[in-house]
């Protein structure tokens, strides 16, 4: 990366579980060294419940975030673009990081294993920042 500061857009499908775990995870983890975003193919009209207790459990607050809609400003803008199961949707543009993040999807799952994906995601961000700082 540059001497920018980098910026990482997460995708999902509905942008209301693991994207949103992700970004809650990257900008704690980050502390302000990476701009953050976050965004679904085909958004949701509210963040899954149960992804907001399982970020709560570990004192990151996410309830206050809503679903987005991706743009392709959003890909254009960012330097690192990681998708988490939403396939096609998500345009090319030469130039970007991409990575696609296999990840099961917390919709209608309970919470032990939103647990589950919630410790694998904090995982998979810390090895981001290490990456990109």
């Known amino acids: 990366m540059t001497d920018a500061t980098p ?3 997460f995708v999902c499908v509905h942008n209301a579980g ?7 995870f990257l900008r704690e983890l980050g ?10 193919s085909m958004p949701a ?5 149960v992804a907001i207790e399982a970020m ?11 679903p987005k ?4 400003e959003a890909v254009q803008e ?10 096609d949707a998500c345009p090319f543009f030469p130039g970007k990081r991409y990575e696609d ?3 099961n999807d917390p919709a209608g799952q309970g919470i032990e294993a939103v647990r589950v994906i919630r410790d694998e995601i904090r995982d998979r961000v810390r090895s981001l920042i290490a990456e990109l700082v």
């Open 31 to 40: 502390a302000g060294r990476i701009e953050v975003r976050s965004a679904g």
């Open 45 to 49: 009209d509210q963040l899954n419940p």
């Open 78 to 87: 960012s330097d690192v673009v990681i998708t988490m199961g939403c396939g």
């Open 101 to 103: 993040w296999k990840l």
């Open 7 to 9: 910026t990482v857009l």
């Open 56 to 66: 709560a459990e570990v004192g990151i607050d996410i309830a206050t975030e809503a």
């Open 18 to 24: 693991r994207s949103q775990m992700a970004a809650g």
């Open 69 to 72: 809609v991706l743009t392709p």
